[in-house]
């Protein structure tokens, strides 16, 4: 079993930077492949960005550019920045992980707010 925990949401003003924190419960990355998801009120939770255990990222078009995801294998922690956050990047944003063989695990989410 693995326990993905999200910390470093908070309410912000537009412009401004916030970073986001997944810890994992063991030595996930070299197995895994790495998310960040959000939903915001009313709509269908989106992909934000991914990194393959090879290091490959990909990133959703609405936040290429401001947004960059990472992982510290020494940490068990991955890691979200995001630059100049918008009012439309206000979300709950869920931490997840995908094991080579399919099996996926979801952190239980972290509130980001972006209002002046």
């Known amino acids: 079993q693995v326990h993905l925990v999200e910390s470093g949401g908070g309410l912000v003003q537009p412009g401004e930077s916030l970073r986001l924190s997944c810890a994992a419960s063991g030595s996930i990355f070299s197995t895994f492949s790495m998310g960040w998801f959000r939903q915001a009120p009313g709509k269908e939770r989106e992909l934000v960005a991914t990194?393959?255990?090879?290091?490959?990222?990909n990133y959703a078009d609405s936040v290429k550019g401001r947004f960059s995801i990472s992982t510290n294998n020494a940490k068990n922690t991955m890691y979200l920045q995001m630059n100049n956050l918008k009012p439309e990047d206000t979300a709950v944003y869920y931490c997840?992980?995908?094991?080579?063989?399919?099996?996926?695990?979801w952190g239980t989410g972290i509130l980001v707010t972006v209002s002046s």
């Open positions: 997840r992980g995908r094991h080579l063989s399919g099996v996926v695990y």
């Open positions: 990194i393959t255990s090879g290091g490959t990222t």
